[in-house]
């Protein structure tokens, strides 16, 4: 049996609506980071994120 993780929902927007927009928005966010662009972007993101953290 799966465990779901606990939600953290600290804000007056009910949760059945959060996931409502989440199921919206997923397909858009997928295929951005499945593009060229949206994988330069998050290459360049990384880099970024690897400076700061040493």
Known sequence: MSRRKKLINN?????????AIARCIL???L??????????EF???KRQKSKTKD
């Open 31 to 40: 295929a951005f980071y499945e593009s060229v662009e949206g994988q330069r």
């Open 27 to 29: 397909p858009d966010i």
């Open 11 to 19: 804000t007056a927007i009910p949760q059945h609506q959060i996931e």
């Open 43 to 45: 290459a360049e993101w």
